[in-house]
């Protein structure tokens, strides 16, 4: 059967999207019509009971990214915890968390700092698959937002630091209450595109058919 999609192509861009932090060009700017781009594509994502509750927070004032950046800076402490806690033979997870330090010093830097939201808030207690139908509307679109920006030769990382201090980024941004914040993207045009396949488990070691034990 012929594939609808060139598929070299198509898994080439899902499998060297990364998620990128130092190579991000934070000396080139980033043009408004482009990111408005990629959330265009981003709606196109599938969403819970077709509600379309997304929202999206784009950060390009140097001010307001700079004090944004500052609030991030302060989860340095969350960094350290999760990296004391990795094996010291785990190189590759070490590389990811000096990257990720590196990323609290430069984060109000990036060009562009979005932030995905959602109208309406998981309320408290509420059972996992209320909160996993919420978030299941708006992670599908920042992913297909990421691709679309890595398709067109920039970059991003997902992150979610900044959440530990929402009421002050909300205050910062004069956001809604009623407006959650779902997470916080660096977004630059990227040093260079030459991004690899990242090393990963076989699935055959990770799938399970049928029955878990086999």
């Avoid at 978030?135 to 992913?143: R, V």
């Amino acid at each position: 059967m012929t594939a609808p999609f060139d598929l070299g192509e198509t898994d080439r861009l899902l499998s060297t999207t990364r998620a990128v932090r130092r190579r991000l060009d934070l000396e080139r700017s980033v043009e408004r019509e482009v990111i408005l781009d990629c959330i265009r594509l981003s709606q196109q994502a599938p969403t819970a009971s077709n509600t379309q509750k997304w929202r999206w927070m784009v950060v390009m004032d140097p001010e307001k990214r700079k004090a944004l950046g500052e609030i991030y800076g302060r989860g340095k402490e969350f960094i350290e915890q999760a990296k004391a806690q990795v094996d010291a033979e785990d190189k590759q997870t070490h590389r990811v968390y000096d990257s990720a330090g590196w990323l609290l010093d430069h984060m109000g830097e990036a060009p562009a700092l979005v932030i995905p939201c959602v109208e309406g808030r998981v309320p408290d207690g509420a059972p996992g698959g209320m909160a996993a139908a919420v978030y299941a509307s708006i992670y599908p679109a920042m992913w297909s937002f990421q691709l679309a920006l890595r398709s067109r030769g920039l970059g991003s990382t997902l992150t979610t630091i900044h959440l530990f201090f929402e009421k002050e980024v909300a205050a910062l941004l004069d956001m809604p209450e009623d407006v959650m914040q779902v997470a916080l993207l660096p977004v630059a045009y990227t040093k260079g595109t030459d991004f690899k396949v990242a090393k990963r488990q076989p699935p055959e070691e990770i799938t399970h058919f049928d029955n878990w034990s086999t």
